[in-house]
């Protein structure tokens, strides 16, 4: 792969939050990027360009903060590559904390119960799966869509405890979990054109 080929430029112009994560960029002097490389702490990595720092990564609880100077070179493979990986280990990190929390919150709200559920990475269109053993996968993707649409999800695969299939009672059983009609045509319309769809994949890939 070179630099032409990269689908998306990962830069402070880059806005990435969903209601579980966000991305933070913050402009500092060199000198002080330099100064502040010199603490390591296990929160922290340093981007070194040429032997000298040029982003520093920092991760909170639900914040990604990358602090870069006016002479960060964005425009290099390398530092797109590094970019790339924090950000998927970040998201996969907060998605396996939040998503179960938020299914078992769905699971006593409908009455329903799976026997465990995973957060895992699942083939590029699969968002969520669940097993004729009452397990469900989810892909760590939901945790970059509105809650909206990673519930959607959620209740999609919970409904599936009860019924095993896309067969017509499925789709109504849905729509009364949705609290919504729950066609299959709007809701994989939905997904597909889920904002920065492309993006997503692309930065989880
Ligand atoms: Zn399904």
Known sequence: MTFKDLPFLINPRLRLSSPYLRVEWIAIDLSLLEHEAGFPSPNREVYLFQKRPGILRETGPDTLRFYYSDSTD???????????????????????????????????????????????????????????????????????????????????????????????????????????????????SDIAYCEHRDMIDFLLK
């Open 74 to 188: 964005f425009n290099r493979l390398g530092i797109q590559q590094w970019l790339r990986g924090q950000i998927k280990k970040f998201v996969e990190q907060v998605a396996s904390a939040v998503l179960p929390v938020r299914l078992h919150e769905l699971e006593r709200e409908k009455k329903l119960h799976c026997r465990n559920v995973c957060v895992e990475t699942l083939p590029k269109d699969i968002l969520g799966q669940c097993s004729s053993l009452k397990d469900i996968t989810l892909s760590p993707k939901l945790a970059l869509f509105p809650k909206r649409m990673s519930d959607a999800v959620m209740l999609h695969e919970l409904a599936h405890l009860r019924h095993l299939n896309h067969r017509k009672g499925f789709w109504a059983y849905l729509s009364v979990l949705l609290g919504e009609d729950a066609n299959e045509e709007k809701f994989k």
